[in-house]
């Protein structure tokens, strides 16, 4: 790291090699870089990039198990995953009277050869539970992410001893995959490696994201509440829609029945009230998903309804 005047650059680099038995890779370099300009008072402008370099996990490799009924096959053949991520930001500090806080954009994009994907296919034996049905980490070929985030943050007095705090962040995804592995084509089949929209929009990604979060604090009292907003979940493997699932699914229940149910997306609200009984302890109530909303971050990963808890922080 080295500082310039209004600049602040970075940059490193490592190298690595990885075996498993005899499966020994060559020496990969690792390289990234970065630079911060500090150009006006408050203002900030960033960039970097850096290489991404993943070696399989024994367990992708050659670990079979299952999370209650489905099941992750081993993928003995799996490579390592390289590519590069960069991004672009702008950060800016905001004051306005007694309300103080800062404002940032980013824009950033990766890049993966051999990206690793869990993908849903039948990996096992006819035999095997699901009929061997299951999920296995495969390389999917050329992908490219790109996307931009937004946030905001601010904090400040509202009349007297009222203040507030304000969190608010949006992210936008263009996840694609660029080319397909020949190898995972030849051994799913080509109409498992689509998708559920059949683009190549890649799978188990939101396009949209969004969060806010806001709080009062009134002496010792806090009373706040955030919302979760994620879009549709555009694409999934296909097989989650064909008649294996309905089969097994309640009637109107399955994956195909919920996701055009939820075709605009997930909204979820939850809600907290503290009291600071004294500097180092905090009792704080907490309702998460206020509105009791049924919603799955995944197919078939069905997310906790109401759940009331009450947490006591303690600061040393």
Sequence with gaps: DV???ILTFSAGARVEQNKIDSIRE?????????????????????????????????????????????????NPGLNSEKGYSAEV???????????????????????????????FAQWGKPSDPLVGFGFSSVNVGKTKIKGFDLSLMAEGKIVG??????????????????TYDSAYVAKAGIGQVRGSDSTDFLKYRFRHMGKADLEFNFRKFSLGGSLRYNSKMENIDFVFLTPLFDQISPPGLGIGDYRLQHDRGDLVLDARAGYQLNKNVKATFIVKNVTNYIYMQRPADMQAPRIFFFQLGITL
Excluded: C
């Excluded at 007694?98 to 990206?115: L, R, T, V």
């Excluded at 001893?161 to 660029?178: F, G, H, I, R, V």
């Design 26 to 74: 060559d020496w990969n370099p690792v390289f990234r870089g970065g630079i911060n300009a500090h150009i006006l008072k408050g203002t900030y402008l960033r960039a970097s990039i850096g290489q991404g370099y993943r070696f399989p996990s024994v367990a992708e490799r050659f670990v079979r198990t299952n999370v209650g009924s489905l099941y992750i096959y081993p």
């Design 89 to 119: 930001g702008f950060r800016q500090v905001l004051k306005f009277g007694s309300w103080i806080g800062y404002f940032d954009a980013a824009a950033f994009q990766s890049q993966y050869e051999n990206m690793m994907e869990f993908i």
């Design 3 to 5: 500082k310039w005047k």
């Design 161 to 178: 001893e009222l203040s507030a705090t304000l969190m608010l962040s949006y992210t936008y995804l263009d996840p694609k995959q660029t």
